[in-house]
């Protein structure tokens, strides 16, 4: 079992940044991705970013240039930085690790991210 901890959610206004984080509570030898996803109220769970144990990336449409997602493997976590944030970017956002090849699926808490206009 894996267990995955969010932080950094907040309330911000539009234009504003966050940065959130989902730290693993150990190290993943597998191949694997891990990526964060968000749901707003009344809407299905989207991909907002993810990123593969070798480092590379996919991103959502609507926030390519303004969400950058990393990682650090020696510490088992995984950011999020979020600029220029809209109104509409609002949601519950989740963490999530996907282990390759094993048709397993972590999810974190999940972390609320508000934005004001």
């Known amino acids: 079992q894996v267990q995955l901890v969010e932080s950094g959610g907040g309330l911000v206004q539009a234009g504003g940044s966050l940065r959130l984080s989902c730290a693993a509570s150990r190290t993943i030898f597998r191949v694997n991705v891990m990526g964060w996803y968000r749901q707003a109220p009344g809407k299905q769970r989207d991909l907002v970013a993810s990123i593969t144990s070798g480092g590379s990336t996919n991103y959502a449409d609507s926030v390519k240039g303004r969400f950058t997602i990393s990682r650090d493997n020696d510490k088992n976590t995984v950011y999020l930085q979020m600029n220029s944030l809209k109104p509409e970017d609002t949601a519950v956002y989740y963490c999530?690790?996907?282990?390759?090849?094993?048709?397993?699926?972590?999810w974190g808490q999940g972390t609320q991210v508000t934005v004001s206009s």
């Open positions: 999530n690790l996907n282990l390759v090849g094993a048709d397993v699926n972590y």
